[in-house]
């Protein structure tokens, strides 16, 4: 168990839809990370927060936002759902906002658009 | 924007076999991490490579980091079938903020 905490686990919606993912991190972590990984593929970074301010951006959607709140969970909002969005959303905490803290993930969301 | 190449991007060992998979990077890197994702799982971390040239080990799993440090190697002796999975190698890009993953190699191992 890593400490990482996503809900849900699994999310089936219709396309144009919005949804709400959330992330709890271990606990101390002050860092969360999105990531997005469709079937059988790699893992692409979306965004990153420590401590509540948003330190790092990468292709993320316009349709796609995120925030880390003061106790520090974090949600990721996307929305106008489209087919190709259906894939494995991952959160991933780590101590300190810098790249030599290893990250801890969590279970992943499963979000299927049809 | 920065470029994660990782080959093979599959590989079926016999058990026993021994298996490697390379990770290279377009610029230098301060520290690689790698990480192994189970089928239906979530990637894990296994180890971070800081220094020029450097080996470490874990029982049967040897990584190195390149001597320029723009390249990392995994390597596995004697497979099992508890090896199975996708080895990520990740990098720091982005003014350290951001973590960058390489493209991944499967790994299944024939019992």
């Known amino acids: 168990d890593s400490g990482v905490t996503q809900t849900p686990k699994h999310l089936i919606t219709a396309t144009g839809q919005r949804v709400t993912l959330r992330c709890s991190p271990r606990s101390g972590d002050l860092s969360v990370y999105w990531y997005q990984q469709s079937l059988d593929q790699g893992l692409q970074f979306l965004i990153q927060y420590y401590n509540g301010e948003e330190r790092a951006k990468g292709n993320i959607l316009e349709r796609f936002s995120a925030q880390q709140f003061p106790d520090l969970h974090s949600e990721l909002n996307l929305s106008s759902l489209e087919l190709g969005d259906s894939a494995l959303y991952f959160c991933a905490s780590s101590v300190a906002p810098f790249s030599d803290s290893p990250l801890h993930f969590g279970n992943g969301t499963r979000l299927t658009v049809t | 924007g920065q470029q994660v190449m990782q080959i093979p991007q599959y590989q079926h060992v016999q058990e026993g076999e021994d298996f490697t998979t390379y990770c290279n990077s377009s610029?230098?890197?301060?520290?690689i991490q790698w990480y192994k994702q189970r089928p239906g799982g979530h990637p894990v971390f296994l180890i971070q490579?800081?220094?020029?040239?450097e080996v470490k080990k874990q029982k049967r799993l040897t990584f190195q980091f390149g001597e320029a440090k723009k390249n990392s190697s995994l390597h596995i002796t004697a497979t099992q079938t508890t090896d199975v999975g996708t080895y990520f190698c990740a990098e720091p890009s982005g003014g350290y903020q951001k973590v960058t993953f390489g493209t991944g190699t499967k790994l299944q191992v024939i019992p």
């Open positions: 610029t230098t890197l301060s520290n």
């Open positions: 490579l800081v220094k020029s040239g």
